[in-house]
């Protein structure tokens, strides 16, 4: 495991540079972001909390903002979701407080002495300087920034009668909203990494009509892009984000200019749908979720729409003992890896100085633990690095089209453990993957060669071998969720099915399929394999020839 995670590792860090685009700003391309180069830049980001009743960027009572800044970079991620309330740009007197003074009359007391020491010349800026200043930190230390306006009112979001859901609502006057978008975009214009602003977070509540979104959305739009030609302009749907669907009924019609920068973002967790992924078969869920998903919002990514879908917050409770997030999560990483998503994970901070009353409640959510001072989970941050890169799009089609076998539950993917070695098959970092190619007659081939994936027994590890037409070498995908690969053993009773099976050795073996429907107790994940296409040439090429 650990010479795995150092070539993780530096693989993540080589590409991560290659990636970032220092071209902004960026643009749609199709269903693609680009820079200025026409390269893809893919988005890595993770969400950024600056929202909360405080209007400041969390954790630097804990932490210098140049430390933490170079932490999100040090850990894959080329940018920030960075959040804000509308009162911050709309309401002078909350926005010329200063950090300090709003803490006062917080009754934060005890958060000062910290933020005056990590950050003293943040505490005593009015609060919209000192977002400034932490966007300027980000810059310094190669981090993209995506201003998301989450809420009019700081403080927890979202509930759907908290009178900031949709326009209209108690604190959402759609005209005080484009004011203030257009002030941030104003503010932020002379910043080269606020590449992109989402205009609303989680639009819902009993209010929301598409109508109105017709209405209020494309206005806020061209707002922004005529005040910042530069930013990305992104917009979310209906009920708290996971709806846009009604796109299909009607298009958004915008100027030419603001069509080259539009970008849709959605949000999926596991409780988006309750506690479905314990209460039914893994697989069915995850067939069933996936289609939801993608029959909501991934259409968009089709013909004729070919807009960039952000999926901007997903996330889980990195504890361990979430099994409904954990079953989420692998089924969430197939999709995310199969339609190559640009992605925020929630979230950044491992607490806040105050939220839904409570003074630095611990964020079980957060990649940083509670203190600030290491990463919370490092196995949930390997599973995702899996998919910080890019694994096609315009600017990288090295090679023709192959496959990977990912497994989401690892964030790895199928390889030789060396290059001339037929029968270790391993699970590795997916920058090192195989080139594989599943072929019509259903055999899985290392591209160019005679040789093909085949399994030699039950519980025996698979092997790559010479190609000779048997059962055992033609694989086909299973169950509702497809990502089971099975394959036909032939044994004294006849045949006998297996799939492809990752031990916790990291070898990868032919075992009887299990849990494919019916069963609710049990767990696919350890089965799970999604071929996934890519255009990159695989790093190991590069250093093996
Ligand atoms: C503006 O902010 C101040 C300071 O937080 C607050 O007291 C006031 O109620 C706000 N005004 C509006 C109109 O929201
Ligand atoms: C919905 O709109 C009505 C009428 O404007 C308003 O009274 C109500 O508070 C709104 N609902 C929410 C949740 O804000
Ligand atoms: C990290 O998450 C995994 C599941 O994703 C869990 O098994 C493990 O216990 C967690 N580790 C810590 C330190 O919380
Ligand atoms: C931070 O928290 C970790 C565990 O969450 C703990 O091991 C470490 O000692 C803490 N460090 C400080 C400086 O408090
Ligand atoms: C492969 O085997 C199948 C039957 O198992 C046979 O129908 C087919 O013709 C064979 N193909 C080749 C190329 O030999």
Request: glycine share 8%.
């Amino acid at each position: 495991m650990s010479s795995v995670s150092v070539v993780c590792v530096l693989s993540i860090v080589l590409l991560w540079q290659s990636s970032l685009g220092n071209g902004n700003p960026l643009f749609r391309k199709s269903r693609w972001i680009v820079g200025e180069d026409g390269r893809r830049v893919k988005l890595a980001c993770v969400n950024w909390v600056s929202h909360l009743q405080p209007v400041f960027a969390e954790g630097l009572g804990k932490k210098s903002v140049s430390e933490i800044s170079k932490d999100i970079k040090s850990n894959g991620f080329n940018c920030v979701r960075f959040t804000w309330p509308t009162d911050l740009a709309t309401n002078n007197t909350l926005a010329s407080l200063t950090v300090r003074r709003n803490f006062e009359s917080l009754g934060l007391y005890h958060a000062i002495p910290g933020i005056a020491a990590n950050n003293p010349d943040l505490i005593d800026l009015p609060i919209i300087e000192a977002y400034e200043r932490v966007v300027a930190s980000m810059d310094e230390n190669g981090v993209m920034v995506i201003l998301d306006n989450h809420l009019t009112k700081p403080g927890w979001c979202c509930d759907r009668t908290d009178g900031n859901g949709f326009f209209g609502d108690r604190y959402f006057d759609p005209e005080i909203w484009i004011e203030g978008l257009v002030k941030m975009a104003t503010l932020f214009r002379p910043y080269k990494n606020v590449v992109g602003m989402s205009l609303r977070n989680e639009l819902r509540g009993p209010n929301q009509t598409t109508g109105s979104w017709f209405k209020y959305m494309p206005r806020g739009a061209e707002a922004v892009n005529a005040a910042n030609p530069n930013v990305l302009v992104i917009l979310s749907g209906l009920s708290f984000d996971k709806d846009l669907s009604f796109l299909r009924n009607q298009k958004v019609k915008t100027s030419e200019r603001l069509a080259n920068k539009l970008v849709f973002e959605f949000h999926w967790y596991s409780f988006t749908d309750g506690s479905a992924w314990i209460n039914g078969n893994h697989n069915e869920i995850c067939g069933t979720i996936t289609g939801n998903v993608k029959q909501n919002v991934g259409f968009l990514l089709d013909e004729p729409y070919n807009y960039p879908v952000f999926l901007s917050e997903f996330g889980i409770d990195e504890r361990g003992g979430d099994l409904n997030g954990i079953r989420y999560l692998s089924c969430l990483m197939a999709v995310m890896a199969e339609l190559d998503l640009d992605w925020a994970l929630w979230t950044l901070q491992g607490d806040y100085y105050l939220r839904q009353d409570t003074v630095e409640l611990n964020e079980v959510y957060g990649l940083l633990n509670q203190n600030w001072s290491n990463i919370r989970n490092t196995t949930f941050l390997h599973r995702i690095s899996a998919i910080q890169q890019p694994l096609k799009g315009p600017g990288y089609s090295d090679v023709t089209p192959y496959t990977k076998l990912f497994h989401p539950a690892a964030g790895l993917c199928l390889l030789r453990k060396s290059p001339g070695d037929a029968h270790e098959l391993v699970l590795g970092s997916c920058a090192e993957s195989e080139s594989w190619e599943y072929t019509d007659e259903g055999t899985l081939n290392l591209k160019g060669t005679g040789l093909g994936l085949r399994a030699i027994g039950v519980g025996n590890p698979v092997v790559v071998g010479k190609l000779r037409n048997s059962s055992d070498e033609k694989w086909s995908l299973k169950s509702s969720s497809k990502l089971h690969i099975a394959s036909q053993i032939s044994g004294k009773d006849g045949f006998v099915e297996v799939c492809l099976d990752a031990g916790e050795n990291g070898i990868v073996a032919s075992y009887p399929c299990t849990c494919l429907d019916g069963d609710k107790t049990c767990d696919a994940s350890g089965q799970w394999f999604k071929m996934v296409t890519s255009t990159i040439k695989p790093t190991a090429e590069i250093t093996r020839f």
